[in-house]
T-cell receptor, first 115, second 112 residues
């Protein structure tokens, strides 16, 4: 399995500011993803975090709004830029561990409230 | 576009009964389907995976079926317990490498 440390666990931010969320994994991972879970809704994939290169974004998500870094195999950051109340959501890091390709592991999530 | 539907209404059952949750999908032919459990304030936790060539999969009190003709999966919890109360999510791989599309989830409440 994999232990995923996601920080911060929650934050309240002013509109117009940015927040960077960190995801650290204790195992060798092959893939890292970032999801968003809006209140009362299911998870929506934001992007695939690629090691050493630009992330691959899903339709509706852009790099300027959600810049992502992945400098090594076990660490990634997601920044939510120029926040508005509509960005209030839970953001989750997910990984696929080497040797367990058909199972996704999730961090506990970052609960973001924008005021 | 690809769509996954789960019963959005909460499912309330009595302890000891079997809970059955439904997942339907359209415009997709997944190689496998997964079920996750999510507790409040936590990330989803993987429960079971069933492949397209499998009809049924079991793990302890859990059973999953997969009908690729109906484009439907059923998730059963037998001898349910209050500790089984959670939201259960169905997920499909959208492009390999476990890049997942999730259903909205069904909230299960098991009453003593």
């Amino acid at each position: 399995s994999a232990v995923i440390s996601q920080k911060p666990s929650r934050d309240i931010c002013q509109r117009g500011t940015s927040l960077t969320i960190q995801c650290q994994v204790d195992s060798q991972v092959t893939m890292m993803f970032w999801y968003r879970q809006q209140p009362g809704q299911s998870l929506t994939l934001i992007a695939t975090a690629n090691q050493g290169s630009e992330a691959t974004y899903e339709s509706g998500f852009v790099i300027d709004k959600f810049p992502i870094s992945r400098p090594n195999l076990t660490f990634s950051t997601l920044t939510v830029s120029n926040m508005s109340p509509e960005d209030s959501s839970i953001y989750l890091c997910s990984v696929v561990v080497a040797g367990r390709a058909t199972e996704a592991f999730f961090g506990q999530g970052t609960r973001l409230t924008v005021v | 576009s690809q769509k996954i539907e789960q019963n959005s209404e909460a499912l309330n059952i009595q302890e000891g009964k079997t809970a059955t949750l439904t997942c339907n999908y359209t415009n997709y032919s997944p190689a496998y389907l997964q079920w996750y459990r999510q507790d409040p304030g936590r990330g989803p936790v993987f429960l079971l995976l069933i492949r397209e060539n499998e009809k049924e999969k079991r793990k302890e009190r859990l059973k999953v079926t997969f009908d690729t003709t109906l484009k439907q999966s059923l998730f059963h919890i037998t001898a349910s317990q209050p500790a089984d109360s959670a939201t259960y999510l169905c997920a499909l791989d959208s492009g390999g490498y476990n890049k997942l599309i999730f259903g909205a989830g069904t909230r299960l409440a098991v009453h003593p």
